[in-house]
T-cell receptor
Framework: EPEVTQTPSHQVTQMGQEVILRCVPI?????FYWYRQILGQKVEFLVS????????KSEIFDDQFSVERPDGSNFTLKIRSTKLEDSAMYFC???????????????FGPGTRLLVL | QKEVEQNSGPLSVPEGAIASLNCTYS??????FFWYRQYSGKSPELIMF????GDKEDGRFTAQLNKASQYVSLLIRDSQPSDSATYLC??????????????FGKGTHLIIQP
């Protein structure tokens, strides 16, 4: 069964450093998402991406964040200058899109646990 | 501010009984509703989605939606110890753009007692 994959599974970085989190969405999906979950808190939406541009973003997704689809398979989240409060689990998700029979349904990858020291 | 509310629990249910999980949401314009299961340290795993008022059944799971009351629930029949997890309610507010971010509740921690 197709699944979303993410790398790395864990990332430790120093405050102020740049990190890039990588995701490979399900191959025939059109919509891609990033979420985060701070330990013990709820899952929070960051950004969605369609047709090589941002479709929607939350207040959390400020200028420190950027997303990119550098090739036909990868989808990345970059944090330019990490802060202590960026420590969280970051989930990538993908969905097929409207008209694909429940295409809005989002499937989540296993996550990247980011620790900022 | 669009909110999704769940009782955090823990909700303790004996093995073999019916577990009932509830979720309320703040905006009548919401279109799609999702139930995810999350084991500790893992990612959300889709259980069911529901769009229309009424009940939707899939195996041991039944989702119920009442848009007038802004209420969605998940019933788990014949509960098993492997059902012990946190159950997340998520809402697609349907901005119309196609790639809508989901708003999640905090989740209900379910414990199935053998």
């Amino acid at each position: 069964e197709p699944e979303v994959t993410q790398t790395p599974s864990h990332q430790v970085t120093q405050m102020g450093q740049e990190v890039i989190l990588r995701c490979v969405p399900i191959s025939n999906h059109l919509y891609f998402y990033w979420y985060r979950q701070i330990l013990g808190q709820k899952v929070e939406f960051l950004v969605s991406f369609y047709n090589n541009e941002i479709s929607e973003k939350s207040e959390i997704f400020d200028d420190q964040f950027s997303v990119e689809r550098p090739d036909g398979s990868n989808f990345t989240l970059k944090i330019r200058s990490t802060k202590l409060e960026d420590s969280a689990m970051y989930f990538c998700a993908s969905s097929g899109g409207k008209g694909t029979g429940g295409g809005e349904t989002q499937y989540f990858g296993p996550g990247t646990r980011l620790l900022v020291l | 501010q669009k909110e999704v509310e769940q009782n955090s629990g823990p909700l303790s249910v004996p093995e073999g009984a019916i577990a009932s999980l509830n979720c309320t949401y703040s905006d009548r314009g919401s279109q799609s509703f999702f139930w995810y299961r999350q084991y500790s340290g893992k990612s959300p795993e889709l259980i069911m989605f529901i769009y229309s008022n009424g009940d939707k059944e899939d195996g041991r799971f039944t989702a119920q939606l009442n848009k007038a009351s802004q209420y969605v629930s998940l019933l788990i029949r014949d509960s098993q110890p492997s059902d012990s997890a946190t159950y997340l309610c998520a809402v697609d507010w349907f901005s119309g753009g196609g790639a809508d971010g989901l708003t999640f509740g905090k989740g209900t921690h379910l414990i199935i007692q053998p």
